[in-house]
């Protein structure tokens, strides 16, 4: 079975800083992919960045990258420059040809002015 | 939202009363699913679908019901609604081109008492 855990429950930063979110996962397969997601006080489930595991360079979007370590299995979210508008509950996910989600439990991140 | 539309948006629902969440997409893809989050546990999968016709169970089925009898709807059905129920419910699909990405409506928050 898969699992997805994110072992920081709550995280804060300062405006403008930078702060990473860490995820691990276990799996048997060797074709995956992993995703972060960004939930927002709306409740809205909003896709931060995406990484194909077959792919050795880390993903970018803006100012979200990932350090991706296979071996490792650790997948963890980079968040540079931080605004007032990261201020969200973020979720690391994965799966897997079949394209059904496992989660993690969640990391809530609070942006301090 | 990533053209998935849920309905309702919220609902107080009395205990042993019947249930059905909705929802409709407008790109015609094959595959549906349906999550439930709940606090400290992350976003878990109900059911799934992956084309017309065909349904499948999640991690945490019990006491819920999906049927997909064309492409574009997929309601969830509670038949007899109980408080652990209470729930913030999500609808999703993948990608249009990048089918192992999965995009969520805007969820149903369902509080049974």
């Known amino acids: 079975a898969q699992t997805v855990t994110q072992s920081q429950p709550e995280m804060s930063v300062q405006e403008a800083e930078t702060v990473t979110l860490s995820c691990t996962y276990d799996?048997?397969?060797?074709?995956?992919?992993l995703f972060w997601y960004k939930q927002p006080p709306s409740r809205q489930m909003i896709l931060v960045i995406r990484?194909?595991?077959?792919?050795?360079q880390n993903a970018t979007e803006n100012r979200f990258s990932v350090n991706f370590q296979k071996a490792a299995k650790s997948f963890s979210l980079k968040i540079s420059d931080s605004q007032l508008g990261d201020a969200a509950m973020y979720f690391c996910?994965?799966?897997?040809?079949?394209?059904?989600?496992?989660f993690g439990t969640g990391t809530r991140l609070t942006i301090i002015p | 939202i990533a053209g998935i539309t849920q309905a309702p948006t919220s609902q107080i629902l009395a205990a042993g009363r019947r249930m059905t969440l909705r929802c409709t997409q407008d790109?015609?893809?094959?595959?549906m699913y349906w999550y439930r989050q709940d606090l400290g546990l992350g976003l878990r999968l109900i059911h799934y679908?992956?084309?017309?016709?065909?349904?499948g169970k999640g991690e945490v089925p019990d006491g819920y019901s999906v049927s997909r009898a064309n492409t574009d709807d997929f309601p969830l059905t509670l038949a007899s609604a109980v408080p652990s129920q209470t729930s913030v419910y999500f609808c999703?699909?993948?990608?249009?081109?990048?089918?192992?990405?999965?995009?969520f409506g805007e969820g149903s928050w369902l509080t049974v008492v």
């Open positions: 996910a994965f799966n897997f040809g079949n394209e059904k989600l496992t």
């Open positions: 799996t048997s397969e060797s074709d995956y992919y």
């Open positions: 990484q194909e595991a077959y792919k050795q």
């Open positions: 790109m015609r893809h094959n595959a």
């Open positions: 679908s992956n084309t017309a016709g065909t349904t």
């Open positions: 999703a699909k993948p990608g249009a081109y990048s089918g192992n990405t999965i995009y």
